[in-house]
Nanobody, 125 residues
Framework: QVQLVESGGGLVQAGGSLRLSCVVS????????MGWFRQAPGKEREFVTF????????WYTDSVKGRFTISRDNAKNTVYLQMSSLKPEDTAVYYC????WGTGSLLTATTYNYWGQGTQVTVSS
């Protein structure tokens, strides 16, 4: 049973920083492509970023480029999302997700077969 547990969310002022963590258990973390998504109230879940399993190459949605950084530590079975220069529009529940199939578009939520429970990020103006 693969489980993903996020942590690190909270309340921060605009311009501040947070680092989210997602620990994966019950599977072979190094085999997974990992992604972060977010969902704001009244909105659909949207892609934020992913990191590939093999090359550790990354991709970001335009709204977070230059502000967010995804990384992974295979020894700790953990993926991180470092968020800087936060804006009120970044307020959302942030979810990490794992893709074990190795196929499909990593920009799309349906490509991921394992999900965490989410962690709330609130950015005040």
């Amino acid at each position: 049973q693969v489980q993903l547990v996020e942590s690190g969310g909270g309340l921060v002022q605009a311009g501040g920083s947070l680092r989210l963590s997602c620990v994966v258990s019950g599977g072979t973390f190094s085999n997974y492509n990992m992604g972060w998504f977010r969902q704001a109230p009244g909105k659909e879940r949207e892609f934020v970023t992913f990191i590939r399993r093999s090359s550790s190459s990354t991709w970001y949605t335009d709204s977070v480029k230059g502000r967010f950084t995804i990384s992974r530590d295979n020894a700790k079975n953990t993926v991180y999302l470092q968020m800087s220069s936060l804006k009120p529009e970044d307020t959302a529940v942030y979810y990490c997700a794992a893709n074990s199939w190795g196929t499909g578009s990593l920009l799309t939520a349906t490509t991921y077969n394992y999900w965490g429970q989410g962690t709330q990020v609130t950015v005040s103006s």
